[in-house]
Nanobody, 121 residues
């Protein structure tokens, strides 16, 4: 059974840094695009950053220049380095991955349970 587990959330003051990690467990044939989303109460989940298998990255305008996404394909992990954090970055952060569990299966989106990031002013 495939699971995504995030870690690294917490509380930090504005201007501080945090690094989120996400591990994919379970048997997989391939992991394609991976990414981080965030959500605050009453709002839709929004893309923070994504990274392809080949390392091509995309960022939300609000996180460009402050956040860095990376992945370790051998370890089946994804990371989000967050610098210069702002109170507006406060949210539950979710990792996601497009995973093919067998070569004959189409990729399916999997999500982690979320980790809280709180930035105080």
């Amino acid at each position: 059974q495939v699971q995504l587990v995030e870690s690294g959330g917490g509380s930090v003051q504005a201007g501080g840094s945090l690094t989120l990690s996400c591990t994919v467990s379970g048997s997989t044939f391939s992991i394609e695009d991976m990414g981080w989303y965030r959500q605050t109460p009453g709002k839709q989940r929004e893309l923070v950053a994504s990274i392809s298998t080949g390392g091509i990255t995309k960022y939300a305008d609000s996180t460009k220049g402050r956040f860095t996404i990376s992945r370790d394909n051998a370890k089946k992990m994804i990371y989000l380095q967050m610098n210069s954090l702002e109170p507006e970055d406060t949210a539950v952060y979710y990792c996601t991955a497009q995973i093919r569990v067998h070569f004959w299966k189409t990729p399916h989106d999997y999500w982690g349970q979320g980790t809280q990031v709180t930035v105080s002013s």
